[in-house]
Nanobody, 128 residues
């Protein structure tokens, strides 16, 4: 069983920044991909950023390119989502997810191909 744990959510004003953290798989960490998803009330869960842990390649939803950065600390088996210039539309519950094997399908940015393992989520609130 893969357990994921997010932290770092909170409330900020538009234009502010937050950094989310996720403790990832403890076994064979670098054979997964990990991802950040978000879900706002009344909307579908959408992929925000993906990090292929086999080669370090990041992938982003167009809506967050240039503002969000996904990174990892392999020694800590953790990934991060640095969110800058936050907008009210970024407000959502953010989830960390993981998939093995690490076959990244960018369909997750279009609402399909969801990973198998999920965290409980952390809330991000952005006020205008």
């Amino acid at each position: 069983q893969v357990r994921l744990m997010e932290s770092g959510g909170g409330a900020v004003q538009a234009g502010g920044s937050l950094r989310l953290s996720c403790a990832g798989p403890t076994f064979a960490y670098d054979t997964y991909y990990m991802a950040w998803f978000r879900q706002a009330p009344g909307k579908e869960r959408e992929g925000v950023a993906v990090l292929d842990l086999t080669n370090g390649s990041p992938y982003y939803h167009n809506a967050v390119k240039g503002r969000f950065t996904v990174s990892e600390d392999s020694a800590k088996r953790a990934i991060y989502l640095e969110m800058n210039n936050l907008e009210p539309d970024d407000a959502a519950m953010y989830y960390c997810a993981a998939q093995w094997p690490a076959i990244v399908d960018c369909a997750i940015f279009r609402g399909s191909g969801y990973p198998e393992y999920w965290g409980q989520g952390t809330q991000v609130t952005v006020s205008s």
